[in-house]
């Protein structure tokens, strides 16, 4: 297991905290799945990998998306810095996909999961989800707050 949910930070509203736990399933799912194939250097196991790395994917288009919307519709003011860190995380997961596609590269793969990903998620939660999760909850912006 790569992350354990009970270190997870937790936001302001449960609908963001609920895609988080979803979000960590798939990523240690896709993570045993990359051990496996380590040790297992199959076509198969190659082919289960990429299934569960397109799940994660499309799982995170709608993570990401849920959230956009929210913000949206309640007039976030840095919304378009909030959206700009979850469209770099996208370009990078596709990014690592192709080139593990390409290159069978598992050893890059594993390190992407464990160290770039995992910090980015943990940063991106602490910081960007839970002042926008506090705007949702309270409407006030980070912006107002300094005032
Ligand atoms: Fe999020
Ligand atoms: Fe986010």
């Given at each position: ?5 009970n ?57 990401f ?32 996909l ?50």
């Amino acid at each position: 297991m790569l992350i354990d949910k009970n270190n997870l930070p937790l936001v302001a509203e449960d609908f963001m905290n609920d895609v988080h736990y979803e979000d960590v399933d798939i990523i240690n799912e896709l993570h045993s799945k990359a051990v496996i194939f380590k040790e297992n250097t199959t076509e198969e196991n190659k082919q289960e990998l990429i299934a569960c790395y397109e799940k994660w994917y499309d799982h995170t288009v709608k993570h990401f998306k849920g959230e956009e919307a929210v913000m949206l519709e309640r007039r976030f003011p840095p919304y378009m810095m909030h959206k700009g860190e979850h469209d770099r995380c996208l370009e990078h997961m596709a990014y690592v996909l192709n080139s593990f596609k390409s290159s069978s590269d598992i050893d890059a793969l594993l390190n992407y999961l464990e160290t770039d990903l995992l910090n980015w998620l943990l940063n991106h939660i602490q910081t960007m989800d839970t002042v926008t999760a506090n705007f949702f909850k309270t409407g006030m912006s980070p912006c107002s707050a300094m005032h």
